[in-house]
């Protein structure tokens, strides 16, 4: 089967080298696909800006998939890949979780299936096996569909299957040669007084208050687009 690396930002254009190794090793870097993808600045980061999480339901724009350099035909080989994935998702010199292979209590490694494709269903069943056991830093399971919840709306479900429809390339045609996808999808950061996705002008504010707004112009750079990009450029003063 082919399998994908379905990205929503930094991660395919970070240069740090450990980054710059997992995608030389693991991906077919040159041979990314531009897809549509329901994704929205939704994410509080530890340096209090905001970064990209899926949003079933929100407007489609641009993210990519990378494909993986190796085909996969056991649910091993899969995980063995979401497992190069989170490595690579984490930051340098984090202290590793032996009960969080594929997770955080930040976000974790999601699984998505073409529909037109008939998928072995012990990939299925060996995947929920493995993330039903993952746990967090405080022994909690973060595999839990209530913590990425949004107005009623989950980026994941509790087995670890993103919530989102199979992508279409961004020309709207059918994307029919990947088998499966995996995402790192984030916990979103509702705003407290409307439980929804924080406002343009938080988005922006945050980074006027840090005073650099790279992590946006970068996305920007490489293709990857969110349908509040324009009005976020409007509001930013650096």
Known sequence: MRLGILIAGSLYWRTEAY????RSKHLNADASVAVNIPIRYGRLSSSQTYTMVYAPGCPEELGKIMPC?????????VIREAKALWVAEQLFGSRPNPQGELSADWGCVALLANPNRDVSRHIFEEWVAKVSGERG??????????????????AI??????QI???AVANSEVLDNFDLLLATATRPSPDRATGDYPAVAAIAGAWNKKGDADYFRMNRKFGFRTFQDDAIDALLTV
């Open 157 to 162: 479900d509790d087995h670890g299957i993103l």
């Open 69 to 77: 350099a190796r085909l996969v035909s056991t649910a091993a080989e």
């Open 137 to 154: 830093r405080r022994g909690l399971p973060t595999y839990d569909a209530t913590h990425y919840r949004v107005k009623g709306r989950s």
């Open 165 to 167: 429809p199979w992508p």
């Open 19 to 22: 980054r710059v190794e997992w």
